[in-house]
């Protein structure tokens, strides 16, 4: 069982910047697929960004241009580099591990998750 925790999260003000860090457990192997998933305050969950472990990255279209994941598999640590945020970006925001031989592009495509971090943008 993969233990993630998130870091990072705050407030900030629209048009600002955010870095969240996802730490996972030692138990991490490489060969897994990661993400980070955010859940809003009217409850809806989306999937914000994927990256595989040769680092092929995917996107939500809300993300596109504004997010950038990325990974540390030697400190087994996953990234999410936020910028020109918008309120409509407050949520809390999770890292997560997907399945094996999977490419996690919807919530069921991931396994193991960590208990989140708020991001809270203000306008």
């Known amino acids: 069982q993969l233990h993630l925790v998130e870091s990072g999260g705050g407030s900030v003000q629209a048009g600002g910047s955010l870095k969240l860090s996802c730490s996972v457990s030692?138990?991490?192997?490489?060969?897994?697929?990661l993400g980070w998933l955010r859940q809003g305050p009217m409850n809806e969950r989306e999937r914000v960004a994927s990256?595989?472990?040769?680092?092929?990255?995917s996107y939500a279209d809300s993300a596109k241009g504004r997010f950038t994941v990325s990974r540390d598999d030697a400190r087994k640590t996953l990234y999410l580099q936020m910028s020109s945020l918008n309120p409509e970006d407050t949520a809390m925001y999770y890292c997560?591990?997907?399945?094996?031989?999977?490419?996690?592009?919807?919530?069921?495509?991931?396994?193991?998750w960590g208990q989140g971090t708020q991001v809270t943008v203000s306008s």
């Open positions: 990256i595989s472990p040769s680092g092929i990255t």
């Open positions: 030692t138990r991490f192997t490489s060969d897994r697929c």
């Open positions: 997560a591990a997907g399945f094996r031989f999977v490419w996690p592009l919807r919530e069921t495509d991931f396994a193991n």
